[in-house]
């Protein structure tokens, strides 16, 4: 080894020598042990890295206790700072599982502010002065919406299915089509939550095609159920047959089986009237004769996780009785806000206009380019005109396993900077003080403003700045 670094790791403090010097001045008052002595550790440990790393010797500077000290509540505030946080979604998903899907209304704010900090009738009957049932406050507005006879509510879909199957079919067939073997993201495939419900798959048909026959030459002694699941991430086109919901209902009456959907997305509004491509209502489904519905309540519905089941009293009854049940029971949060938001159903214009992901689903053309278009306005008036701002025609997409075929048109940013690359400039916005999420389309940085929210244009007005006023971390 050389001799600078041998004579400049042995000038290397440790752990005690620098929460002894700290410790005279209080610098480290407010610093719990548990983050602090990590924070000492990874301090020195980043020296000496660096010393071992470096051709020359390191700036005496560094080896400075004020700087170590100031390295180490650095890394401190960084371990101390929460680590779940608001996100821009620049990326035109709209719901968007990995950045939190479905983003509540204040309106729904409000009240589950209200019921979380204060007692409530959560499992309480006011009018009988006993015990009551939790999901009481839901069932009702579910089955009003809906047509329903009767509800249940999970924690999410995934549950929902898991605990309809377990209910329904345990150590019975259960028949599927093959081109409705799904997997969602996140790990949620139907053979596999299938197997640990203990019910056996039977599979009919092929990828592209099946037909009712398939179904009625599946049943047997040992078929407990008929499972239709949409295929809410991907469509198979071309030449392709389906067995439609009203048929599989009827061949389930002739052989008194069960019928279940798993809808996945399951909006209450028929978003086609709005200009999108048509999927299946929950209301369509339950009309046409379904007995079990299920889907989630915080993918096109615009709520909270949840996993909603719908459907006729006797199968929820059942249902509801599962041992299962118990332990994928949701909370007060959830219920809270799935009623305040199902709530804004009432009225489908007001649902549109003040559930977020239905208002940006639905919102014009003309708004997200005028959006856009102020973006870049904003871009290009910052200091040291580095920087180059397009407005692109690229579509906005749905997200969370919704409308896959949608492509919504929407009007984009496209940014790039001299001297920085697209992937640079990703990185910077992804470590922002409030991260900015967008995506690298040609050598581009890329901004939908479809999901951006109030005063967001601001944030990313300021990391832009921030960016171009700082000359590291270039390439
Ligand atoms: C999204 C989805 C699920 C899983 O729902 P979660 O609420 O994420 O658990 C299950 N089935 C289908 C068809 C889906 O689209």
Not at 57 to 76: E, H, I, N, Y
Not at 86 to 103: D, E, F, K, M, P
Not at 125 to 152: N, P, Q, T
Not at 233 to 244: D, E, M, R
Request: aromatic share 4%; charged share 25%; hydrophobic share 40%.
């Amino acid at each position: 080894m050389d001799e600078h670094k041998h004579a400049q790791l042995k000038r290397l403090p440790g752990v005690d020598r620098i929460l002894e010097y700290a410790a005279n001045g209080g610098q480290f008052d407010n610093i719990p042990k548990s983050v602090l002595i990590p924070a000492i550790r990874t301090a020195i440990d980043t020296l000496r890295t660096r010393i071992l790393k470096s051709e020359v010797p390191l700036d005496g500077s560094r080896f400075s206790r004020q700087a170590l000290v100031a390295t180490v509540k650095q890394q401190a505030a960084r371990t101390m700072a929460l680590k779940l946080k608001r996100t821009v979604n620049a990326t035109g998903v709209v719901v968007h599982t990995n950045l939190g899907r479905s983003l509540l209304s204040p309106a729904v704010i409000d009240h589950l502010t209200t019921i979380s900090s204060r007692y409530s009738n959560l499992e309480f009957d006011l009018e009988k002065g006993r015990r009551g049932s939790r999901y009481s406050a839901v069932e009702d507005i579910l089955c009003e919406l809906s047509g329903a006879r009767a509800a249940m509510i999970v924690n999410n879909n995934a549950a929902a299915v898991l605990l309809c199957l377990d209910t329904l079919a345990t150590g019975r067939e259960v028949v599927v089509s093959r081109g409705e073997l799904v997997e969602i993201g996140g790990a949620f495939r139907i053979p596999d939550v299938m197997a640990k419900s203990g019910a056996v798959l039977k599979e009919v048909g092929t990828t592209n095609r099946t037909h009712p026959r398939d179904y009625e030459n599946a049943i047997g002694e040992q078929t407990g159920l008929l499972l239709k699941a949409h295929t809410s991430n991907f469509s198979i086109v071309g030449f392709t047959a389906a067995v439609s919901l009203p048929d599989l209902v009827s061949i389930g009456r002739r052989h008194s089986i069960p019928v279940m959907e798993d809808l996945g997305s399951g909006s209450l509004v028929d978003l086609s009237r709005y200009g999108l491509i048509k999927e299946p209502t929950v209301q369509e489904s339950l009309a046409a004769g379904v007995d079990v519905v299920t889907f989630s309540g915080d993918k096109l519905l615009g709520g909270p996780q949840a996993g909603i089941i719908l459907g006729d009293k006797p199968h929820i009854d059942r249902i509801k009785a599962n041992p299962l049940a118990r332990a994928l029971r949701i909370d007060k949060m959830t219920l809270a806000a799935l009623e305040a938001t199902l709530r804004l159903y009432r009225n489908e214009r007001q649902a549109v206009h003040q559930i977020p992901s239905l208002r940006m689903l639905t919102l014009p053309l003309s708004v997200v380019q005028g959006q856009a278009a102020e973006l870049k306005a904003r871009l290009e008036r910052l200091p040291g005109a580095r920087i180059t701002v397009e407005l692109l025609d690229i579509s906005s997409k749905a997200g969370g396993g919704s409308l896959p075929l949608l492509d919504l048109p929407s009007c984009c940013t496209g940014v790039s900077v001299h001297g920085r690359s697209a992937n640079a400039i990703e990185r910077w916005m992804r470590n922002h003080t409030t991260p900015i999420i967008g995506r690298i389309e040609n050598d581009r940085f890329i901004m939908d403003p479809r999901t951006l929210q109030e005063e967001e244009l601001d944030i990313i007005e300021k990391a832009f700045a921030d960016m171009l006023a700082d000359g590291t971390e270039r390439g």
